[in-house]
């Protein structure tokens, strides 16, 4: 069972940054890819962004490709995503997720976190 903690969401300016950070709890984090979506209101979860065990391997969404960087820190437990150059549409309810393989479709990955609230202002 892994159980996954999200933080640093917040209101900031277009062209601005935040770093989201995933806490995950269990002894085998490392065995997992990790991945990163968002849902904005009336929307479907997209994905946004995701990386292997190692981090070696990320994907990344065509909408924040270039923005947004993937990775992770195993003996810490935690996945990050920093945004940079911060655009209105990014403004949805991030959320990370865990899968033992990597994926890019939500319905594949076992384990989410509850959610954390970015808005992003014009």
């Known amino acids: 069972q892994v159980q996954l903690v999200e933080s640093g969401g917040g209101l900031v300016q277009a062209g601005g940054s935040l770093r989201l950070s995933c806490a995950a709890s269990?002894?085998?984090?490392?065995?997992?890819?990790m991945g990163w979506f968002r849902q904005a209101p009336g929307k479907e979860r997209e994905f946004v962004a995701a990386?292997?065990?190692?981090?070696?391997?990320?994907y990344y969404a065509d909408s924040v490709k270039g923005r947004f960087t993937i990775s992770r820190d195993n003996p810490e437990n935690t996945v990050y995503l920093q945004m940079n150059s911060l655009k209105p549409e990014d403004t949805a309810v991030y959320y990370c997720?865990?899968?033992?393989?990597?994926?890019?479709?939500?319905?594949?990955?076992?384990?989410w976190g509850q959610g954390t609230q970015v808005s992003v202002s014009s």
């Open positions: 997720a865990a899968r033992k393989g990597l994926a890019t479709t939500p319905g594949r990955y076992d384990y």
């Open positions: 269990g002894p085998t984090f490392s065995n997992y890819a």
């Open positions: 990386i292997n065990w190692s981090g070696g391997t990320t």
